[in-house]
């Protein structure tokens, strides 16, 4: 267990790249990743603070975009049947925020990931039917400056994990 930090200051004690990483801040995310509705009093008592210091921790943690606090939805229990990872490959001249904007725009869209190698984006979509996906699809390729689209239909979700931990 850490010690207690007896005036709670964020950047006492941290280590590694974001000084708002000490030990303590450590554990609270972990318990946080491994249960996102416990209480600060428990966390408190397992990192020797009152309810209080957590609760500014985690404000502290939350207003630095270290942590978000949210609740993971499971797509199948909402009636999205299908959902797929969608490769795109833009043209050399494209505006790339341009794309990236106009596919933030599509409701079906719930992450775009700027990558290098086979594609420039790899995007994630969600839909009820074979016919909405088409219907994304067809949007992503309508949009100026993308070249190709290459679909992976997920047939099933294997794993998801958020208790990946902190360094």
Do not use: C, W
Not at 135 to 162: C, H, M, N
């Amino acid at each position: 267990m850490p010690t207690e930090n007896t005036h709670d200051d964020p950047h006492d004690g941290a280590s590694g790249p974001h000084p708002l990483l000490d030990d303590i801040n450590k554990v609270i995310i972990k318990q946080l990743q491994e249960n996102g509705r416990r209480s600060y009093v428990s966390i408190g008592k397992s990192v020797g603070l009152s309810e209080a210091a957590v609760r500014n921790r985690v404000q502290r943690l939350t207003e630095a975009g270290v942590i978000q606090i949210v609740a993971v939805t499971n797509p199948l229990q909402l009636g999205f049947t299908r959902q797929a990872m969608i490769g795109v490959t833009i043209g050399g001249s494209a505006n790339l925020d341009e794309i990236i904007e106009r596919l933030k725009s599509l409701y079906n869209i719930d992450y775009i990931v700027v990558t290098a190698g086979r594609f420039d984006l790899l995007v994630e979509a969600f839909s009820s039917s074979d016919d909405e996906l088409l219907s994304v699809v067809t949007s992503i390729r309508s949009i100026e400056g993308v070249l190709r689209t290459e679909i992976f239909t997920y047939l099933t979700l294997a794993s998801q994990r958020y208790d990946f931990g902190v360094r």
